[in-house]
């Protein structure tokens, strides 16, 4: 058994769903502290942060991780016990193995053979990881981020482990993501008797052509590195549950993910003018999950690109797809960052899996990173 598979199953075995860590920080400490590491636990409430960090000097390169996994969803319905990490058919089934310390364990054991051969090399390896990225993301890297800024620690390089990979290990890099900004909107409206609408005033009727209009509205149309802004309605709550009252609220629910085309300040301009514009009595609450970050090119990038192709002799793509990741916490402090991790197909599912054979070459391409920017 290679160390990275040995390492990933024992971390699999940790039942760190978010925000428990289970444990899993602790190990990798005690690892990579047998190497030079130094280990600063920076927890806030109820979650796990760990920094470590070997080298004081620039430039300074950080694996990003999280050791917290989602809820399993129904036990029986896995084929294996999803804390019991299982090998089947040249998969390593089990929740977390994909998303994502499949790709912590590829850190570990990139980073312990790239020191054995280079033990000075110039500049800085860190590794950051917490136990909030699949929960609110409140006590997790934003937090550990403002320590860092506050003493003036800059990242120059940032690597995302998280599983990035579609159809084949390391077809793509993420260069980028989009934006995400959530509404919650309550029309407000005079409920009554469906008998009397005259002397009451429905909040569904009345935001009827608002929807169709903020459904209709063309926000941006994207650039080379990101598709079109998008708002998508995702709940719509009105009513008593009786069929003879005309509601006095409706309360709706929405996302945009946007682009660098489009700032937070002007979308909301944009919503409140078109909403003004139908004359509604309304509140919005706003809640900013992650601006969209971009790195279009740089030393990180190329280094990627040419350790990818050297490890497996294939070409990869820049794309900037999915949701949010803790790199929108790392990307507004002027870092470099991408995210290149296991492939992604499973994830969140029943019976998570990431294929044994994509660890090795995933740790390889790691370490042939740090070979590019630092030996």
């Known amino acids: 058994m290679s160390e990275t598979l040995a390492l990933l199953k024992e971390l699999v075995s940790r039942e760190s769903i978010t925000p428990d860590d289970a444990g899993c920080q602790a190990l990798l400490s005690e690892r990579l502290e047998k190497i030079g590491f130094k280990a600063e636990h920076l927890d806030f409430a109820d979650t796990k942060n760990i920094y470590l960090k070997r080298g004081e000097n620039k430039p300074l390169?950080?694996?990003?991780?999280?050791?917290?996994?989602?809820?399993?969803?129904?036990?029986?319905?896995?084929?294996?016990?999803?804390?019991?990490?299982?090998?089947?058919?040249?998969?390593?089934?089990?929740?977390?193995?994909?998303d994502m310390k499949g790709g912590i364990a590829c850190f570990v054991t990139a980073v312990e053979r790239f020191v054995a051969k280079h033990p000075e090399y110039q500049g800085a390896i860190?590794?950051?990881?917490?136990?909030?990225?699949?929960?609110?993301?409140?006590?997790?890297?934003?937090?550990?981020i403002e320590v860092l800024e506050q003493r003036n620690e800059k990242i120059d390089w940032c690597l995302v482990g998280e599983p990035s990979s579609d159809k084949q290990l390391a077809d793509i890099i993420r260069v980028g993501r989009r934006g995400s900004l959530c509404a919650k909107l309550t029309i407000k409206g005079i409920q009554g008797h469906v008998a009397y609408p005259d002397i009451a005033d429905n909040p569904i009727h009345r935001f009827a052509p608002?929807?169709?209009?903020?459904?209709?509205?063309?926000?941006?149309?994207?650039?080379?590195?990101?598709?079109?802004?998008?708002?998508?309605?995702?709940?719509?709550?009105?009513?008593?549950?009786?069929?003879?009252?005309?509601?006095?609220?409706l309360e709706v629910m929405f996302n945009l993910r946007f682009c660098t085309e489009l700032t937070e300040?002007?979308?909301?301009?944009?919503?409140?003018?078109?909403?003004?514009?139908?004359?509604?009595?309304?509140?919005?609450?706003?809640?900013?999950?992650?601006?969209?970050?971009?790195?279009?090119?740089?030393?990180?990038?190329?280094?990627?690109?040419?350790?990818?192709?050297?490890?497996?002799?294939?070409?990869?793509?820049?794309?900037?797809?999915?949701?949010?990741?803790?790199?929108?916490?790392?990307?507004?402090?002027?870092?470099?960052?991408?995210?290149?991790?296991?492939?992604?197909?499973?994830?969140?599912?029943?019976?998570?899996?990431?294929?044994?054979?994509?660890?090795?070459?995933?740790?390889?391409i790691y370490e042939q990173i740090l070979v590019e920017l630092f030996a």
Request: net charge negative; aromatic share 6%; hydrophobic share 35%.
């Open 61 to 98: 390169f950080v694996f990003l991780g999280h050791t917290d996994v989602v809820p399993t969803g129904d036990v029986a319905r896995w084929d294996s016990p999803p804390f019991e990490p299982t090998i089947r058919d040249g998969q390593l089934y089990g929740r977390g193995t994909a």
């Open 126 to 144: 860190a590794m950051m990881i917490t136990s909030d990225e699949e929960g609110p993301a409140t006590n997790g890297v934003v937090k550990v």
């Open 210 to 249: 608002a929807l169709k209009a903020l459904t209709d509205e063309v926000w941006d149309k994207g650039n080379p590195f990101f598709p079109p802004t998008s708002l998508q309605i995702s709940n719509i709550n009105g009513g008593t549950g009786a069929e003879n009252i005309i509601p006095a609220d």
């Open 265 to 364: 300040a002007v979308i909301k301009q944009r919503v409140h003018a078109l909403l003004d514009s139908f004359n509604l009595d309304y509140t919005i609450i706003w809640r900013l999950s992650g601006n969209p970050f971009l790195t279009p090119g740089g030393d990180l990038v190329t280094a990627t690109h040419t350790a990818i192709q050297k490890v497996t002799g294939r070409e990869t793509l820049d794309d900037t797809g999915g949701g949010t990741s803790d790199g929108r916490f790392i990307a507004p402090t002027g870092a470099e960052v991408i995210e290149l991790g296991p492939i992604n197909e499973s994830i969140h599912k029943i019976n998570e899996n990431t294929n044994i054979n994509d660890l090795e070459i995933l740790s390889n």
